[in-house]
């Protein structure tokens, strides 16, 4: 083999690292930013509140005590303007606000578009009727936990997300009415116990070992 044939297959094996390396770099950096545009925001994730809340047993003024149905109303808005969602069977459970379990109620999932918002009544009885009249506090007002757990997809143009998990929940006061003392919709915040490993990818860490791999090699 001549001088010159062995320096072209060195510049052609050059060639191929050097195409090999671009290769890895431009991958990575698309997956990045796919990951980047797809990942969730804190301002994409659905707003829920508890906009109206009725517990018939504890109005005073119908003195009807057997009848301890919860009658509520969650609202759950889509703040994105660019991105529809999917949403799982929403999942709410009742309890009082010492976590003595009250009774559960399930919304079917559905689909909510662009800045749209979606009410969600509902009605539960509780497994015991003790539980609702033992949530009245010494001051006269009685005090419950309501927790949601979902999951959602989100929607472009052109295809849709994997899915994240939404956990929240929030303290409902009820008056001696027998309805919520806030007048105002009751936000549902995160649960300190919910994980946020639904939010994670390991997309750029798929890149640095990429690119890892790469300078081991050469």
């Known amino acids: ?79 994105n303007s660019d991105h529809g969602i999917y949403y799982d069977d929403v999942h709410l459970s009742f309890s009082s606000v010492t976590y003595v379990f009250i009774a559960n109620y399930t919304v079917p999932r559905f689909y909510q578009g662009r800045n749209k918002k979606a009410k969600k009544w509902g009605q539960v009885v509780p497994l015991n009727n003790q539980t609702v009249l033992e949530a009245v506090l010494p001051n006269g007002l009685a005090s419950f936990r309501i927790n949601l757990k979902t999951q959602v997809r989100y929607k472009n143009s052109f295809w849709k997300t994997r899915r994240f998990g939404v956990d929240v929940g929030a303290e409902v006061e009820v008056n001696g009415d027998g309805f919520k003392s806030n007048k105002k919709g009751i936000k549902m915040r995160k649960s300190d116990s919910s994980s946020s490993s639904s939010l994670r990818s390991y997309l750029p860490v798929c890149v640095l070992m990429n690119l890892l791999v790469f300078f081991a090699i050469c």
């Open 1 to 79: 083999m001549s001088r010159f044939d062995a320096q072209r297959r060195a510049d052609c094996r050059k060639c191929w690292w050097r195409f090999g390396f671009c290769l890895i770099i431009t991958t990575g950096v698309i997956i990045l930013l796919v990951w980047i545009e797809l990942r969730p925001k804190g301002s994409d994730v659905p707003k829920c509140s508890i906009d109206y809340f009725y517990v018939p047993a504890l109005n005073k003024t119908l003195n009807s005590r057997l009848n301890t149905t919860l009658n509520f109303m969650v609202r759950l808005d889509n703040p």
